[in-house]
């Protein structure tokens, strides 16, 4: 019987089989140190004052049905959308976040609980670019029925620009307390064998809910940016001799 020889495909699969097995098991090599390994964790930082502000704005109603609460809702949220796009503010910076719609019951005790209602809330995320008009977007958001605000949120808008300069703060620091461990042990820093990337600090926490009340005068509501910090976090492994 004669031996069949391998096919076209089959011998090009089988060549190319052990260098994929090859690829599959391939690691980066690891730097090999003749002298002392030092990790150091700094921190670089930059300030900015912020130029948007992110606010969360809100409609709660109750009614009898749920179709009512939904209606009068839907009416309210949409005369307050219609109010933020009068003053200005553009569509991709207002997204709805939540819609919600729950019935409302009264407990009494040994009794079983009476459905009394139903109570529907909007809200959406509003972004202003312009802060300082914010305040004064938001008392006319509580006058076309806004009843619930959330916020503020201060931020910059392009950030990277910051963020690289507090990279370059980081690094700088990280060189500086490495030398200050090789003198105190008598050593020198001869290199760096890597640098990680430990990611920038979270923004502020927006204030508490503020639940707000329609009025019919009222001061206007102040907004202030104040400054905000940048900082990101690296570790550095140094090698001493």
Do not use: C, H, W
């Not at 049905?65 to 109010?83: H, I, L, P, Q, W």
């Not at 609980?113 to 914010?134: C, E, H």
């Not at 102040?222 to 940048?230: D, F, I, M, N, S």
């Amino acid at each position: 019987m004669k031996r069949q020889g391998l096919t076209a495909p089959l011998l090009a699969a089988a060549m190319m089989a052990p260098a994929a097995a090859g690829a599959q098991t391939a690691m980066t090599p690891v730097p090999t140190i003749a002298g002392t390994r030092l990790d150091i964790v700094a921190e670089g930082s930059v300030t900015r004052v912020p130029d948007v502000v992110t606010i969360s704005a809100g409609v709660m109603t109750q009614a009898q049905t749920a179709a009512a609460a939904m209606s009068e809702n839907a009416a309210r949220m949409s005369a307050a959308v219609a109010a933020l796009k009068r003053a200005g503010v553009a569509d991709r910076d207002i997204q709805t976040s939540a819609i919600n719609l729950s019935p409302q019951y009264r407990y009494a005790e040994n009794q079983p609980p009476v459905l009394t209602g139903y109570q529907a809330s909007n809200q959406v995320t509003v972004k202003f670019r312009d802060i300082k008009r914010a305040g004064p977007i938001l008392d006319t958001l509580v006058a076309q029925g806004a009843n619930q605000i959330n916020g503020p949120n201060f931020g910059v808008d392009q950030p990277e620009t910051a963020l690289d300069e507090a990279r370059t703060a980081a690094i700088t620091t990280a060189r500086k307390r490495a030398d200050l461990y090789a003198r105190a042990a008598g050593l020198s820093v001869r290199r760096i064998l890597a640098i990680t990337e430990g990611g920038s600090a979270p923004p502020p926490y927006p204030m508490p809910v503020m639940a707000m009340a329609r009025m019919d005068k009222a001061a206007e509501t102040p907004v202030e940016a104040g400054e905000q910090k940048l900082s990101v976090s690296v570790t550095v492994s140094f090698e001493l001799q």
